[in-house]
């Protein structure tokens, strides 16, 4: 699985709206968020979140009110690694008692003290055999070079993504920042996808302005990251920082893969040699035209790819070379390389009918 759009950390649920399960989720909802990464334990000992006078877990409520309106739910837990065993089996009865969606692990100050690299693979080993097929983060400094004694190669060895802290304190660089950081991550052995958590607090004076939110926001999409996140709820929603919940509100960040254009999941298939895969994409009563012929129908046009596949190009790679058009009409380019000689020129046309290919004019020369 992979991890898409905008997320918010919250720490303390009671400070978040009110701690009300509802005015959460409608924020969220309103804020276009895809997840929200809540506190779940603290150390070896302390479920977090929880109400230990009244004897009330404080999670499970915003969790359904979140899941309602489609928003992940992911837990994050604080490790010091001093007792590790026990803090992997605080992680996977929380996680698994309250049905998670993911696991963050946020593991900062106390694992640079001393030689804790055993204590992280003692903890990562207990918790992966406890939640094998959760997806798992890191959530840590921004620049693991400027803490070489923390051991985030031992972390990430099991973990599925890397959520630094991109906390631009003091300065107003976002972008030089969280290049460097994703650098840097990408260097790690193993390295693992880099989805970034941004400020939206104050700290000793400093503020990040909701420019640089947006900022930030941007050139994380520019780069390629799926995801990012921001840091925290609490802060951002206080009169004196919702311009930066706003900035990260209204940024477009969809909360799913986008949907490749018709184009690319044509080659895409064509690259699979699979024709009735491939005919999937047309309707029953597609056409298919070349300068010589006509053919209807999807068996028919299965057939054509695998004539394809097996004698005019056979164990062909085909690339996508251009693309054009929009609504239902479509115009793209492509290449290939095969065994029986390549195509330089090819030349499509597709004409849609619900999202599917309903006409398709193809034209190309081996050479």
């Known amino acids: 699985m992979t991890l898409y759009g905008k997320g918010f950390f919250i720490w303390q649920i009671p400070r978040c709206d009110g701690g009300v399960p509802s005015a959460i989720a409608a924020r969220a909802v309103d804020a276009g968020l ?84 055993a204590a992280a693979r003692r903890f990562m080993q207990d918790l992966r055999a406890g939640i094998p097929n959760l997806p798992v983060a890191l959530s840590s400094y921004r620049f693991p070079k400027v803490h070489p004694g923390l051991p985030f190669s031992e972390f990430l060895e099991k973990c599925d993504y890397a959520m630094p802290q991109v906390y631009f304190e003091q300065a107003h660089n976002p972008e030089q920042q969280l290049e460097r950081c994703v650098e840097q991550y990408m260097a790690l052995q193993p390295a693992r996808p880099v989805i970034p958590t941004l400020p939206t607090y104050s700290a000793r004076g400093w503020c990040p302005s909701a420019d640089e939110i947006t900022r930030f926001l941007q050139r994380a999409k ?51 040699h699979n024709p009735a895969h491939v005919a999937e994409l047309y309707h029953d ?4 035209v070349t300068g010589a012929r006509t053919i209807v129908g999807r068996g028919a046009i299965s057939e054509w790819y695998n004539i394809l596949f097996a004698q005019l190009l056979p164990n062909a790679q085909f690339e996508l070379t251009g ?45």
């Not at 877990?57 to 590790?84: C, F, K, S, T």
């Not at 009563?285 to 298919?288: D, K, P, S, T, V």
Request: glycine share 10%.
């Open 34 to 117: 895809s997840h929200v990464l809540i506190k779940i334990a603290d150390g070896s000992d302390w479920p977090y979140n929880y109400d230990f006078e009244a004897g009330v877990d404080l999670v499970p409520p915003v969790m359904h009110a979140l899941r309602e309106v489609g928003i992940q739910v992911w837990g994050w837990h604080y490790v010091r690694g001093d007792n590790p065993q026990k803090e992997a089996q605080l992680a996977v009865e929380r996680t698994l008692t309250l049905g998670l969606d993911g696991y963050v692990i946020d593991a900062e100050a106390q694992y640079k003290t001393g030689d804790k690299a």
């Open 222 to 272: 520019d780069m390629g990251l799926t995801a990012v996140n921001a840091w925290s709820w609490e802060y951002a929603t206080r009169p004196a920082h919702l311009d930066l919940w706003q900035a990260m509100a209204d940024f477009d960040w969809p909360p799913m893969a986008p949907v490749p254009d018709i184009s690319e999941r044509l080659i895409g298939r064509m690259n699979q």
């Open 285 to 288: 009563n597609a056409a298919h």
């Open 323 to 367: 693309r054009g058009g929009n609504g239902n009409s479509r115009r793209f380019t492509w290449a290939a390389e095969s065994d029986n000689g390549c195509v330089l020129n090819g030349n499509d046309t597709l004409g849609l009918l619900n999202g599917m290919i309903q006409y398709h004019y193809t034209y190309f020369t081996i050479t």
